[in-house]
Nanobody, 123 residues
């Protein structure tokens, strides 16, 4: 079992920046990679970004490429999402997630989720 705790959400204006953090605890040795998804009411949860614990591979959704940066600190079992140039359409609940294998990482298929943190971007 892996527990994930997100933090760093909030209300900002368009063009501002935010940094989300996700601390993993429990059987973190069973995780291959970490990532972020987001969801707005009435829509399916969508992939945002992911990173291998090795740090040698990252993936981004097209909608955030060039604006968001994912990073990790394996010593702290923590992953971060730096969000710059935020837009109103980035408003969502952001969820931290784990990937248990390379295959699941490539397929963006996660197995553990955090409770989510709200990000609201006003225009």
């Amino acid at each position: 079992q892996v527990s994930l705790a997100e933090s760093g959400g909030g209300l900002v204006q368009a063009g501002d920046s935010l940094r989300l953090s996700c601390a993993a605890s429990g059987r973190t040795s069973s995780t291959y990679a970490m990532g972020w998804f987001r969801q707005t009411p009435g829509k399916e949860r969508e992939f945002v970004a992911a990173i291998k614990w090795s740090g040698d591979s990252t993936m981004y959704a097209d909608s955030v490429t060039g604006r968001f940066t994912i990073s990790s600190d394996s010593a702290k079992n923590t992953v971060y999402l730096q969000m710059n140039s935020l837009k109103p359409e980035d408003t969502a609940v952001y969820y931290c997630a784990t990937f248990s294998s390379l295959l699941n990482y490539v397929r963006r298929r996660s197995n553990y989720w955090g409770q989510g943190t709200q990000v609201t971007v006003s225009s």
